[in-house]
């Protein structure tokens, strides 16, 4: 019955994958699931390799499992390629923990190996034995760790980027242990999915069966659930995708949302959360987001890679600029300094035979004033200088305001400085204390070229 199945549920869900020109890697562990998938493969006529992954986790256990391998590659004629994994090490160096690193490292195999077997004239995808039981942990494992509509589908049954296939999500494990029973196969069993220190097995051994106490139906009630939740995700889809159209205005590597229409929005925390998600924002950060409504201008809150800041009647999300070469040393005899925003060329002139240029990418400074080195690097808080034309001393932050600069204009400032004292807002205006005068004999001619103009 189950081989019947198997074959309907691979046409009506596949269509694409035929035998006559389909070839898979099945990840098989050995375990009753992996070795009926085999069996199913096999029976229908397909083309496989067995790929075997030993984590080295179980002493004697993870070389017995490795060795009856061999057995299956006897009875089936197939070609058997086996990797092993220092897995603890991996993960004590990546800081995550077994499952995590085991789990990494098996996707990772499968997917250089495809990439190893490929030809041009037959598609090679992965199928992996993960049957109707697992899908209902995985859910509930994701209902309880908060992690919205999208975990509450399950498993992906096809990942067209990754090109695996779940093709026994379908069957129960009841359906699949009386499979193998009826075509006397043989498998071996893991001991550590008898051990509830792991999550899946804590849900699969109390979870479900005292939920089964209560509901008879409980796992065909969540299977159908899987199911039901997967046609609302689509919905969802749909929904937040004409949010997103209706809010959302691309500039260059920046997004930008009138804060207006999205404080209209219903539901405003749904909406907000799917548009910043891609961005690495947490879902705990929504809430101090969310006051940026009412926050100062210029105001933000950040991710690893991006911040949300408020601009006027705008949030703007932008990536938070990551180069290292944030400070740099300008000697007297550098002629060209380049950096992040483009490049800054230095020439002495003559006073008396210099001609000024309106140009705010020109600084123009008494030469007898600087003292090498200078430091070129971005601006910060606190910074201050005395603009040209002014006795008093500003703010950048300031300065920036009255200069009507936008937040990422801001982000993107860069200063001279001079023994703690900034001779150039670059691009913006140089200091009063180091302009050229009546008496100035030589001039310092700084140049900015930027890096798009370059």
Known sequence: MLLQQFQQHLKESFPHLSPANNKFILAVSGGIDSIVLTDLFYKS?????????????????????????????????????IKQFHTKQYAED????????????????????RSQLLTANCQLSIAIAHNADDNIETMLMYLFRGTGIHGLTGMLAYDKERKIIRPLLFATRKQIAAYAE?????????????????????????????????????????????????????????????????LIEYKGNEIHIPILRLQQTKPLDTVLWEIIKPYNFHAQQLTEIKKLFDAANS????????????????????????????????????????????????????????????????????????????LLRKWKQGDYFYPLGM?????????????????????????????????????YRIDERFK????????????FTAAQER
Not at 94 to 113: G, H, P
Not at 401 to 422: F, G, P
Not at 436 to 447: F, H, N, R
């Open 299 to 374: 105001s933000y809150v950040s991710s690893a890679t991006h911040r949300i800041i408020k601009n006027r009647k705008h949030f703007i999300i932008a990536p938070i600029e990551t180069s290292a070469a944030n400070h740099i040393l300008i000697e007297a005899a550098n002629r060209t300094i380049n950096f992040e925003r483009g490049s800054l060329s230095f020439e002495k002139l003559a006073a008396n035979s210099l001609q000024l240029a309106a140009n705010n990418s020109i600084a123009y400074l008494d030469a007898t004033q600087i003292e090498y080195p200078l």
């Open 182 to 246: 009826e075509n006397n196969l043989a498998w071996v069993e893991d001991s550590s999915n008898l051990q509830d220190k792991y999550t899946r097995n804590f849900f699969r051994h109390k979870i479900i069966p005292l939920a089964e106490e209560q509901f008879e139906n409980a796992r065909q009630n969540l299977q159908g659930n899987i199911q039901r939740f997967k046609e609302v995700s689509a919905l969802y889809e749909q929904s937040i995708e004409m949010h997103k159209e209706k």
């Open 436 to 447: 050229i005068t009546s008496s100035t004999q030589e001039v310092l001619k700084i140049s």
């Open 45 to 81: 006529g397909y083309d496989f390799i067995i790929a075997h992954c030993n984590f080295l986790l179980r002493g004697e256990e993870s070389l017995r499992d490795e060795l009856f391998m061999t057995t299956l590659k006897e009875k089936y004629n197939k070609e058997v390629i």
């Open 391 to 427: 006795k008093k001393k500003k703010k950048l932050s300031r300065f920036f305001i009255d200069q009507k600069l936008s937040a990422t204009a801001k982000e993107n400032a860069w200063v001279i400085e001079m023994n703690k004292k900034i001779i150039w807002v670059i691009g």
């Open 94 to 113: 990546n800081k995550v923990s077994i499952q995590e690193a085991a789990r990494k490292l098996r996707y990772d195999w499968f997917s250089a190996l």
